[in-house]
């Protein structure tokens, strides 16, 4: 059962546009979400997160939408620089039930094309 | 300050045989947790240690085992290897309340044989 789902696994952007990465869950009890970045042989690196109780949260170029009622959010990267290439995975928490566990999805490759 | 540390970065095993996999927290993170990356899929939960306890535990079986020491720091062990072992494991620290998530290691990569 995934219950964090990224259905594209790829995105090819041009550098300065704007790149969109999806992310649907279905589990209704996850209250805190996160995006993480990875390149090759390295570990995933923290990007941004958003509560539940809020809809938007915004770092730099770094911005992340939750859309509770369509259990869907997405991270927008304005404008896109090649250094943006990696995969990207989408997390998704129940801080309340205190499991400790950070459910994944599959990731989505960027590549930003100079 | 140092980062999450992995060691070793790559592991070769036989069909059988043991792996040890360590890794250090970040100073002053007291939970550990543990990940798999098998080829072609996400992340999937292994393990989470708290102030030496295990806390929960992924869909793994039970020759996927761990601890962690007073120092914080843990070892995952995986007994009897089988081939679709071969993974990346990674590593993550937290503070308690996790509030800025996780920070992973670069990770070991086990291949089995």
């Known amino acids: 059962d995934q219950q964090v789902k990224q259905n594209s696994p790829s995105l090819s952007v041009q550098e300065g546009r704007i790149s969109i990465l999806n992310c649907d869950y279905t589990?209704?009890?996850?209250?805190?979400f996160l995006w993480y970045k990875k390149y090759p042989a390295e570990g995933p690196t923290f990007l941004i997160s958003?509560?539940?109780?809020?809809d938007k949260n915004e770092d730099g170029r770094f911005t992340v939408f939750l859309n509770k009622s369509a259990k869907h959010l997405s991270l927008h990267i304005v404008p896109s620089q090649p250094g943006d290439s990696a995969v990207y995975f989408c997390?998704?928490?129940?801080?309340?039930?205190?499991?400790?566990?950070?459910?994944f999805g599959q990731g989505t490759t960027l590549q930003v094309k100079p | 300050e140092a980062g999450v540390t992995q060691s070793p970065t790559h592991l070769i095993k036989t069909r059988g045989q043991q792996a040890t996999l360590r890794c250090s927290p970040i100073?002053?993170?007291?939970?550990v947790y543990w990940y798999q990356q098998a080829l072609g899929l996400g992340l999937q939960f292994l393990l989470w240690?708290?102030?030496?306890?295990?806390?929960n535990r992924g869909n793994f079986p039970p020759r996927f085992s761990g601890r962690q020491f007073p120092n914080y720091s843990s070892e995952l062990n995986v007994n009897a290897l089988e081939l679709e072992d071969s993974a990346l494991y990674l590593c993550?620290?937290?503070?308690?309340?996790?509030?800025?998530?996780?920070?992973f290691g670069s990770g070991t990569r086990l291949t089995v044989v």
């Open positions: 993550a620290s937290s503070s308690l309340d996790r509030s800025y998530g996780y920070t």
């Open positions: 589990n209704s009890m996850f209250d805190y």
């Open positions: 958003i509560s539940s109780i809020k």
């Open positions: 997390a998704a928490s129940h801080g309340s039930s205190n499991t400790g566990k950070l459910i």
């Open positions: 100073s002053g993170h007291t939970s």
């Open positions: 240690y708290d102030e030496g306890e295990e806390r």
